[in-house]
């Protein structure tokens, strides 16, 4: 794993970091297809979003931000995996990464921080699923022990065209 960076702080999200984070995410919104949302969201809309994920508890938030200007460099989650009661041991984790903070080990630091906060939780497993083609994504959650468990092909409709999602798991 890349060294730890000190220009990088990675902290529970907060209700001021709302803006900023909506904004990153509508960028993969609008540009890729690595969500499968096809409609930006205003902050308001992605309150209920940020009020699911307190600073305890198995459903978290985890912010990078850059040390000096405090500017939003990523984030990750852990949110419910489904929502039937049994599967209440189980998470689906995500990593958003800003378009220029790319290949300086956010990712990496977000979920050290994400699985750091996880550890003393009632959970069994973490699952993520991963867009493809999404390289940078797949050796993340790889090397944070999560194994191949299958691809649901052409399973959403985005840009005019058809993606596959791969599925990993990770034991908790």
Not at 106 to 128: C, N, S, V
Not at 147 to 164: L, Q, S
Request: glycine letters at 8%.
């Amino acid at each position: 794993m890349p060294p730890e960076r000190t220009d990088v702080q990675v902290r529970p999200g907060a209700e001021g970091d709302l803006e900023a984070l909506t904004d990153l995410y509508n960028h993969y919104v609008r540009e890729t297809p690595i969500t499968f949302d096809t409609a930006t969201v205003t902050a308001e809309e992605r309150r209920p979003w940020l009020l699911s994920h307190p600073e305890d508890g198995p459903y978290r938030l985890m912010v990078a931000v850059d040390a000096d200007s405090q500017r939003i460099l990523g984030y990750a989650t852990s949110s419910p995996y489904r929502a039937k009661p049994a599967y209440g041991t189980s998470v689906e984790t995500t990593v958003y990464v800003a378009p220029r903070a790319g290949r300086r080990g956010i990712g990496t630091l977000l979920y050290k921080a994400l699985f750091a906060a996880l550890a003393g939780q009632d959970l069994h497993r973490a699952y993520a699923g991963i867009a493809q083609p999404n390289t940078a994504s797949t050796r993340l959650h790889e090397r944070f022990g999560f194994r191949y468990v299958g691809t649901y092909r052409e399973v959403g409709r985005k840009f005019g065209r058809y993606w596959d999602v791969a599925w990993y798991e990770k034991g908790l």
